[in-house]
């Protein structure tokens, strides 16, 4: 058949498809069409356009035309509606659980630094100023003096908000920022937490040397179950994603990198959740003065328990629902098998 | 061929063709956006000046989600086009070609920190550079590829001549050479396709506008044109 007698044939077809992407393809559209069949035959029209060697720009058209139907039929859509909520009660407690050696070496990585400089700033009156500079022990010290009865600063309502708005900005930040490092064949993932570990450590080591425990403390223990938890977690996912390119194993490199962020984004997207919930806690009930210490502290202890304990049991009798979750990770992975064959360069 | 094409074989086992685009579209897309982000940035910061300290949270807080989510929030909603990226006729897709899912362009965004570094994305633009599909490190990970909006083209005419019967043995090649150049009719200049044409002189024995269009009925014949036009 002669190009063009093929053109005249099928053209009608192709505008009719083309006009129904274009206008979004919606169900209720009156020439409501079969896209998959539709799809299939303008695939078996490509390739024969392409065996009978027609011309580029028809062979052009029929490809646009062809991607476009494609990124409709192969868009990727959640089946199941209740993802969300099977991901706070199961997903994200068994995602940690599953990296749990990764998570260790995490903590260690940020508490023993901490624990170094703690106890070191702690004995010794110089070595904060190792790590901050003086304006800012002083001006630590002067937010945690128990003398004003002023948690950080003179705060109203407004000023709450505005340390909300700064808690997301810098802590939310510094969390992106230690699981970003980590695709830096987890360099950058290991300086953040040591950084903030050294950092946090000396704080605290300066802060109960000069005395301030009554108020420091208090502050700290609420949204620090949150808070910190949430960065070494980070730092996790961020290993784990160093760890697939260092040692990726049977695999090439991008692929072993593309399967590790899969679970890393599992890890993520609960961090991101719970450093919400820190900033919040942070701006709105660990610097209210209202409340006495000892019914933060105690506060305080339950929530450090409650965090443990929901990444300790949440979600291990949710076998049953195990195997929703791997139905919907399944096209996730097949695209990573599938880049790993199916893709090459133009001939 | 040495170029930027980027084939992918689906299911149907028909492969999809797109061109990835290199780190100078993606550069001065990122600019554009930048300058967006600063633009709604100022905007806000007036806005929200009377509003104190509550406002200077609020402004944080935007900072925040412009920083992070800007690009997330284009690249899902809309088409896998940032501003950015839509004034350079760029896209986001998977490296299959479909679509770019949350996840994926979450985690292309969380690591665009480390493309950042040390300084002014060096790293991002290295691993571009280095890579077959100008891939930067957030693009590896989360298996994502930034390829060129093809434009709609306006659907091509043949140059009014009536078609003419090649002669015997003509090769495949020679014909395909010559269905291009008539359907190229409008996109050289007319001195350059008669140049063009001479080339054949010593085989069709015509010269200049003679010449071009001689091969042009025959290449409207090999597409199907018959008798008295088409």
């Not at chain 1, 494609?70 to 993802?83: A, F, G, M, P, W």
């Not at chain 1, 506060?299 to 990444?311: E, I, K, Q, S």
């Amino acid at each position: 058949m002669k190009q063009i007698d093929f053109e005249n044939r099928y053209r009608d077809s192709w505008e009719r498809l083309e006009q129904w992407l274009k206008a979004g393809g919606g169900a209720d559209e009156s020439a409501a069409l079969d896209l998959p069949a539709r799809y299939r035959v303008l695939c078996q029209q490509l390739a024969v356009a392409k065996e009978r060697q027609y011309t580029n720009q028809l062979i052009d058209r029929l490809n646009q035309l062809v991607m476009a139907a494609h990124h409709r039929v192969y868009r990727q859509q959640t089946l199941r509606r209740n993802t969300w909520l099977w991901y706070l009660l199961a997903g994200f407690p068994r995602a940690v659980r599953a990296q749990i050696r990764t998570v260790w070496l995490a903590t260690a990585l940020f508490a023993l630094p901490a624990l170094v400089l703690g106890i070191g700033s702690y004995q010794n009156d110089a070595l904060i100023y190792a790590v901050l500079s003086p304006e800012q022990v002083l001006q630590f010290e002067s937010m945690y003096d128990p003398g004003n009865r002023v948690l950080g600063r003179e705060r109203g309502s407004d000023s709450d908000l505005l340390m909300f708005g700064f808690y997301i900005t810098n802590n939310i930040g510094i969390a992106f920022r230690t699981f970003a490092g980590g695709v830096l064949f987890g360099l950058g993932t290991v300086f953040f937490l040591v950084f903030n570990g050294v950092y946090l450590g000396a704080v605290f080591g300066h802060i109960t040397r000069v005395g301030f425990v009554s108020t420091f403390y208090p502050f700290v223990i609420g949204h620090g179950a949150f808070e910190l938890t949430a960065i070494v977690l980070a730092g996790a996912a961020g290993l784990h994603l160093g760890r697939s390119l260092v040692d990726p194993g049977h695999q090439r490199r991008q692929v072993a990198l593309r399967r590790a962020s899969v679970e890393a984004m599992k890890i993520m997207y609960g961090t991101f959740l719970m450093l919400v919930i820190a900033a919040f806690l942070e701006a709105f009930w660990s610097s209210s003065t209202e409340i006495a210490i000892g019914v933060k502290l105690a506060v305080g202890a339950l929530l450090w328990l409650l965090v443990f304990a929901y990444f300790a049991l949440a979600g291990r009798g949710a076998a049953h629902l195990e195997q929703a979750a791997h139905l919907e990770q399944v096209p996730h992975l097949e695209q990573a098998a599938h880049s790993g064959s199916g893709v090459r360069r133009g001939a | 061929m040495l170029d930027t094409t980027y084939n992918v074989e689906t299911p149907e086992g028909i492969d999809l063709r797109a061109q990835a685009a290199g780190p100078v579209p993606r550069i001065l897309a990122y600019g554009v956006d930048v300058f967006y982000r600063t633009l709604i940035l100022t905007g806000l910061g007036i806005a929200l000046a009377f509003a104190d300290r509550a406002g200077m949270g609020l402004w944080l807080l935007c900072s925040f989600l412009l920083e992070w989510f800007y690009p997330v929030y284009f690249e899902v909603l809309r088409g896998g086009q940032t501003p950015g990226k839509k004034a350079f006729g760029l896209m986001v897709v998977n490296d299959n070609l479909t679509p770019i899912s949350w996840g994926a362009s979450l985690l292309r965004n969380l690591l665009r920190f480390a493309d950042f570094l040390p300084f002014a994305y060096a790293a991002g633009v290295i691993c571009m550079t280095l890579g077959r599909n100008f891939q930067r490190l957030g693009d590896l990970a989360a298996g994502t590829l930034v390829v060129y909006q093809q434009p709609q083209r306006s659907h091509t005419s043949l140059p009014e001549v009536s078609p003419l019967a090649p002669p015997r043995g003509l090769q495949l090649q020679d014909q395909q050479a010559l269905v291009s150049l008539t359907e190229r009719h409008a996109e050289l200049s007319e001195a350059r396709q008669c140049e063009l044409a001479d080339l054949l002189e010593p085989i069709t024995g015509k010269r200049g506008r003679a010449g071009l269009d001689y091969l042009r009925a025959v290449g409207s014949w090999l597409l199907g044109g018959q008798g008295a036009g088409k």
